[in-house]
Every structure is written in structure tokens, then in C-alpha cells.
């Protein structure tokens, strides 16, 4: 027990969600017989589920700046159904169709950044509003039509890494991407551990170290070779390597840059924000804006992957979405949530939906055990807030090597928040 302290933290439910994670999928594994951490259905899984993460990510600076986003999944579709018509009718090609739903995202989130920034309506409602707006100009636009998208196009959401160089027996860039993860991740680890010393940092033990290393490391080269033992033509697929992208910049945004603690502080308290000098207005526009720019990448991954744009996408979205950051840790009010932990919430729900469906369980069922498990794990978390503990995800991000953070989580107020990360 003393061991699994020092590897924890101290507090053994700090990896809560890691934990019912890797549960889940050795449960389903079991009961499946063995076809949940088969490389067909892992690279499915991901193909299937990476525009719900890519939603989680915008989804989880929303929720940390105090707000909600309902209309995430009416704004994919309606740019979906405007960059499909637009590479059909005006012959664009691919590169300026996606470059067209950014900029349509952009526009979308200005236009519901403007309400809520500085009008001051609540973006539950703004959002609201936008979510039956841009459902009804979805199907305005397309006249309730499915409209297919170029051979180029689908690739954003259904291609994979290429084949490349000798035959190896696995695809070579996908073992060149997870040894890349590896490398980055022990490089981490280092340079952590070493500007803890120069700076008197407490420096966990050396073996505790290795051990979670070798833990990640293996996790990772695992998952490497899923995807890259897959069936001729698939490997590492495109909408991952994208969401991959996303959570290093938004990892790094939210937790290294004054942007990043801005949106903290201005969750945590924003009068006291404001005091401190941040511009909570600004702040609140900019996460509108970044979430329907998401929504609009995650709408044309979404189509690209079912080859054509239809007057029912995006429906119930927004609801995995939150659910996702929710489950990874973030709170109900504001001030609380990590990228990395909303990603570990989105892949426990995937994990969840592909294992039901794999055992065969019914629709219904399936929204049952989907909502208690969304209930559960935010009561779980909400009891240890109220007990005087940090959140499980607040926890975990404190003690895998970034010992001499601030936290947004922990107890530093948030005027000497902005003045120490100024």
C-alpha cells in the first residue's frame, strides 16, 4: 500500500478514471472473447469516436470558463452540409472545403461569443437558441437531402497513415508515431524531473519514476502495435492523428500559457478575475469562438467518414460531449477541468458503447447504463470535492511530472494565479 502511495500521490483514487478505463476494457475483453483489443475494432473504435473528442476538447475550456455549449452538434452539421454543397456546386477542392468549415466555424462562434461575451446572455441560452438555429438552417441548406462529399474529402475522416518504405510486416509510420509518443513521453519525464532539482522541487523517488513510465511507454507501444497490425490498407487512422495534434496544443495551451490560466481564473471567480486585470470578456468570446471552430473540424471529420452530409447529423452531439468532460473530471461550476482528463472520460464512454454493442445489448439499455454511469462518476467526484479533496483528474495531472505547477484545482487563489503565471 505504501508503494502504491508513492506511485499515486499519495491517494490511490487519484487515477479513477485511468483505472475504470482499463477495467472496462479487461472486463469487455473477457466477455467478448477477447474482441475489444482486436486491431480491427480498436482502430473502429477510434474512427468512430474521435469527432466526439475533438467536440470534448473545446467542450472542457467552455465548461472551465463557467458556461455550456448546446449547440456544438447543430453547428458541425451545418457547416457539414455547407462545405459537402460547396466542393459539389463550386467544384472546391478539398483543402479550401476545409479551410471554408474553419472559417464558417469561426464565424458561428463570433456570432454566439458576441451574445455571451458582451451582451451578457447566458451561452446556455445563447446556445440553446443556436442549437434550434443552426439545426433548422441545416436542413434549410440541404432541403433534407444527403450530399456526398469528393473521394479526397473523405480521407480527412476515413483515411489512414500510408504505407512506406521496407515491408516490415506493420505499417512503418504508425511504428514511427508511437515511438515518437515514447521518446516524447520519457524526454517529459526528464526534463520534469531535472528542472525540479535545479529549482529545490520535491523530486519523486527514482523508481517511482520508471515505474510509471514504463506503465505509459507500454501502453503506448501496445497501442502501437494494434494499429499497425491491422488489415491490409488500414493503420494509425487520419481523425486520430488529428485529435493527437489537438490535445498537445490544447494541453499546452490550457496549462503553460496566461491565455490558458485567464480561462481558469475567469471560471474559478470571475470578479476576482477582473480585479487581477483579465479580460473576462475577451476570455469568454474566445472559448465560444475555439468551440464552434472545433465543432465545425469535428462535423467535416464526421462527414468525410460517412462519405456524405446528411439532415441528421450532429443530433445528441452536444450531449457526448459534455458528458466526456464531465466523467474526465471537470466541474458542474466552473474553474476545474484538464484536456487530457476529457479525453479520458470520451474513451471511457466509447469503450462503454463499443463493449455493449459488441455483447449485443440493446439501444436501451445501453442509455441506461450510460446515464448512471455519467451520474455515478460525477457524484463520486463532486463527494470528494465536498470532503475537502481535489478532483481525481486535478490530482493525477499534479503528480505525473509537473510537481512545480500551479494547479487550477489546487488552493491558490486566483489573483496570485494571474500574478504568478504574469
Known sequence: MNALKKLFGGNTRQFGMIFALVALIIFFQVATGGNTLTSGNVINLFNGN??????????VLVIIAGHIDLSVGSVAAVVGVSVAMAMRDWGLPWYAGVLLGLALGALIGMWQGFWTAYVGIPAFIVTLAGMLLFRGLNQFIGKSNTIPVPRDFQYLGSGYLPEVGPDTGFNNLTLLLGLAGVAFVI???????????AIGAHVPE????????????GAILFATYLFATGRPGTSFPIPGLILALLVL???????KTIVGRHVYAVGGNRHAAELSGVQSKKINFLVMMNMSVLAGLAGMIFVGRSTASGPFDGVGWELDAIAAVFIGGAAVTGGVGTVIGSIVGGLVMAVLNNGLQLLGIGADLTQIIKGLVLLIAVAFDVYNKSQGKKSIIGLMMKNFGRNNEIKPDETTSTKEVIHREA
Open 206 to 217: 527514482a523508481w517511482v519514476v520508471i515505474t510509471k513510465l514504463v506503465l505509459v511507454c
Open 249 to 255: 496544443i490544447y494541453g499546452f495551451v490550457s496549462s
Open 187 to 197: 524526454f517529459s519525464a526528464v526534463r520534469s524531473r531535472s528542472h525540479a532539482k
Open 50 to 59: 474521435s469527432y466526439i473528442l475533438i467536440l470534448a476538447i473545446g467542450m
